[in-house]
DNA sequence: CGGCTACTTGACCGGTATCAATGTTAGTGG
DNA sequence: CCACTAACATTGATACCGGTCAAGTAGCCG
């Protein structure tokens, strides 16, 4: 049996039974690689399938009139992607690359099973989508309260964040295979001007880049000048109903 | 049995089965009055329970730094509120009262039973918050990536059709309990520059103003002005599990 | 009537976008 | 190894949106 992302990090919340660990394991039965710079799926287009994500870097955006765009979200191994599938029958997002990796793909009817046999993950993957409402409610308020310096660390912070979740407290530096434009569109500002904050937190010491490698020296320090709360340090699931047999 | 708010805001989506009522039911047994203004939670207090909103109308909310603050979410009758405790055990946001009104508290133990006996609620849940998730996206592109002019037009919009949602499509004005600091507080707006957008949506003929009454006379206009997508218009759910007996 | 709160309007300023030019790096083919 | 190209990063000059400050107005309630 192939070991499955979306198990491992649940693992991170709950001990799984057996029976929960076979469940996961039978969605990521069709991976399909990527290689970056590819469109997973457009924003428009039918989708009734979800991703899990198995290796590799994406993120889910969507485009405005004007041309702008708007990146929601960067997705690591073991996220559930494209979870509006969940509720609409069309793409509200698009979904892109930012290196080579591997997702699995999973009907709607997966999902049913899943949330009809097993309550507990229902409450589970309930929980974490709540876990991550909350961040994208701190996203909100970053882009629209505070200044490009303060988004632009914020932004920083919060992908080194969940890169620790699942590969080690200890690190202190992240490979940002994100062009400045990447950025720009991830936190509502202009290329041009996440280069000079970027600048600016280099000068600060807030910051040390090496090509396109970012260390933070001091996560405190920026979190501090970002205004940033790491929300998945203090997940409280206490109330989850019991695994089942 | 008193009927369920609730029960009515999901039956908009589905057909509920007689248990499926009465689970629901159980979850409103501890109906509250709050008055207009009042303080139903505040960021950082331990919080353990979600709420059902019976009647009234109450906002989300939560400061930063620089005694700031950001409106998350309105919630209107028959929505479920505080559903960052189903992840934490504090509170990430506070919860203030627009106008008088009802809702009932409910233990998170409550929504366990639910997802471990109610796999189709347990689904419906997850889809609809899904559908939040995808309704706060567009928000986020709104306050990152457009002016000022298309960010109150948006949130009008929206209060609308959600208003519409439980009272009826023909509705074409709302009453609007908010101050502009309120409103600037949910745009990312000053008060002051609330003002003058109100004033020069008033001037363009977009919206009519009657005291705290606003009339959006042609609301695929405002719709154009604001880059306003309606998701609820597409629900699709046609994936969830059957309802147990 | 006085005092409060919210709304309204104007003048000014600063942060960020926009436009434009140049530097840097990786890749490709000779 | 070099010439050439195409992205991307960097930096500067200027314009404008929205914030800040301030003053005045309109309701509302004791």
């Known amino acids: 049996m192939i070991d499955s992302c979306f198990a491992a990090k649940l693992g991170v919340f709950v001990r799984l039974s057996d029976a929960e660990k076979r469940a996961l394991a039978r969605?990521?039965?069709?991976?399909?690689p990527f290689g970056r710079g590819d469109r997973i799926r457009?924003?428009?287009?039918?989708?009734?399938?979800?991703?899990?994500?198995?290796?590799?870097?994406?993120?889910?955006?969507?485009?405005?009139?004007?041309g702008k765009r708007q990146i929601l979200r960067f997705a690591f191994p073991g996220d559930l992607l494209g979870t509006s599938s969940a509720a609409?029958?069309?793409a509200t997002d698009s979904i892109t690359a930012v290196t080579d990796g591997e997702i699995c793909p999973m009907e709607r009817g997966a999902l049913a099973e899943l949330f009809a046999e097993h309550g507990r993950l229902a409450a589970l993957l309930f929980a974490i989508s709540q876990a991550e409402r909350v961040s994208l409610n701190d996203r909100l308020a970053s882009v629209g309260r505070t200044t490009a310096h303060a988004r632009v660390a914020s932004l920083l912070l919060d992908l080194l964040v969940r890169y620790r979740l699942m590969n080690g407290k200890a690190v202190d530096s992240?490979?940002?295979?994100?062009?400045?434009?990447?950025?720009?569109?991830?936190?509502?500002?202009?290329?041009?001007?996440?280069?000079?904050?970027?600048?600016q937190l280099s000068d600060e010491g807030l910051i040390e880049r090496d090509g396109s490698r970012v260390r933070i020296p001091d996560s405190d320090r920026l979190a501090a000048a970002a205004g940033y709360t790491d929300r998945f340090a203090h997940i409280d699931l206490g109330w989850l109903p019991p695994a089942d047999a």
């Open 42 to 66: 457009t924003q428009g287009d039918a989708a009734e399938e979800l991703y899990i994500v198995r290796s590799g870097w994406l993120y889910s955006h969507f485009g405005i009139e004007g």
């Open 27 to 32: 969605l990521e039965e069709n991976p399909r």
């Open 88 to 90: 609409f029958g069309t």
């Open 174 to 199: 992240i490979e940002l295979p994100l062009t400045q434009e990447e950025i720009g569109d991830a936190t509502g500002l202009t290329s041009v001007h996440v280069n000079r904050m970027l600048r």
